[in-house]
């Protein structure tokens, strides 16, 4: 079964340094998806693409976040410079359309030290 | 911001039992979705329920839709240690599949 592939699993860093996150979607999903969510929290939408495209970024604290999806396939993530409060699970989603369900891959945990 | 806020915000019941857990959002929505992430994982979508729905069911799982009320509830039946997990609801206001999350139900289901 065809599933959201997130690397890493984990990621510990001190704040200021960089990070940077990736995901690979089920193969022809043109909608692709990043969360944050916030231990005890429900998933908070960050950015969503359609094809290479942003649709909706309005989330994105821009200032240090940054996603790129260059051929409409797989995507990355960045966060410069950490901070404590960015300390998290980041989900990626796809969907094959904004009118289908999305499928999750399993999170990347990070920790801000 | 969360649209939907999930109540209870806990839930523990012995394994055979029905659990049910409501969900109540602020505006008008295209669709509700229900989804069930267990400890450290991914979200996994259990059931989609359109607003001029009022019901729908797979296998163990009743969602009802009251769109007056602006709320939702999902019942799962005869429930197995298995089940245990948060459940969340996601509303999708306007049909762009920009879902915005509650806070989630953690279900403990003891055997």
């Known amino acids: 079964e065809a599933e959201v592939a997130q690397s890493p699993r984990y990621k510990i860093t001190e704040k200021s340094q960089a990070v940077a996150f990736w995901c690979d979607p089920i193969s022809g999903h043109a909608t692709l998806y990043w969360y944050r969510q916030i231990l005890g929290q429900g998933p908070e939408l960050l950015v969503q693409f359609q094809d290479e495209s942003v649709v909706d970024d309005s989330q994105l604290p821009k200032d240090r976040f940054s996603a790129e999806r260059l051929k409409g396939v797989d995507s990355t993530l960045k966060i410069q410079p950490a901070e404590l409060g960015d300390s998290a699970m980041y989900l990626c989603?796809?969907?094959?359309?904004?009118?289908?369900?999305?499928?999750f891959g399993p999170g990347t945990r990070l920790t801000v030290l | 911001s969360q649209q939907g806020e999930e109540d209870p915000q806990a839930l523990s019941i012995q394994e055979g039992e029905n659990a049910t857990m409501n969900c109540s959002y602020k505006?008008?929505?295209?669709?509700l979705q229900w989804y069930r992430q267990n400890s450290g994982r991914g979200l996994v979508h259990l059931i989609l329920i359109r607003s001029n729905e009022r019901e729908k069911h797979s296998g163990r799982l009743r969602v009802t839709l009251d769109t007056s009320k602006k709320s939702s509830s999902l019942l799962i039946t005869a429930s197995r240690a298995a089940d245990t997990a948060s459940y969340f609801c996601?509303?999708?206001?306007?049909?762009?599949?920009?879902?915005?999350f509650g806070g989630g139900t953690r279900v403990l289901v003891k055997p």
């Open positions: 505006t008008s929505i295209n669709n």
């Open positions: 996601a509303t999708d206001k306007a049909a762009g599949n920009k879902l915005t």
């Open positions: 989603a796809s969907s094959l359309g904004t009118q289908n369900e999305q499928f």
